[in-house]
């Protein structure tokens, strides 16, 4: 069982930037892909970014390319996204997500992930 509690969420103007964090526990990381959904009103779930937890390889979607970044650090295993220049297609609430696989596939995760935070809102409004 791997418990995941996300933060940082809230309101940022366009072209501002924000950090999500990932808390996990519960199990031993390192077999882990963990990364971030994300969900706006009336729109299907999309996989944000993801990154291995045992190696930090990492993968973003075309729509977030450039301008987000998720690490990991393994003393407290934790995992980020750093979102910058973010735009008025960006507010979503965000999910942080962990499935037991060493690494992330090129498209993301190999399958819906197996452990879910409850989330957290991002807006983004001037």
């Known amino acids: 069982q791997v418990r995941l509690v996300e933060s940082g969420g809230g309101l940022v103007q366009p072209g501002g930037s924000q950090r999500l964090s990932c808390a996990a526990s519960?199990?031993?990381?390192?077999?882990?892909?963990i990364g971030w959904f994300r969900q706006a009103p009336g729109k299907e779930r999309e996989g944000v970014s993801c990154?291995?937890?045992?190696?930090?390889?990492?993968y973003d979607s075309d729509s977030v390319k450039g301008r987000f970044t998720i690490s990991r650090d393994v003393t407290k295993k934790t995992v980020y996204l750093q979102m910058n220049s973010l735009k008025r297609e960006d507010p979503a609430v965000y999910y942080c997500?962990?499935?037991?696989?060493?690494?992330?596939?090129?498209?993301?995760?190999?399958?819906?992930?197996?452990?879910w935070g409850k989330g957290v809102q991002v807006t983004v409004s001037s």
């Open positions: 997500a962990a499935d037991l696989a060493y690494y992330c596939s090129d498209s993301g995760f190999w399958r819906p992930p197996d452990y």
């Open positions: 519960g199990a031993t990381l390192d077999s882990y892909a």
């Open positions: 990154i291995s937890f045992s190696v930090g390889e990492t």
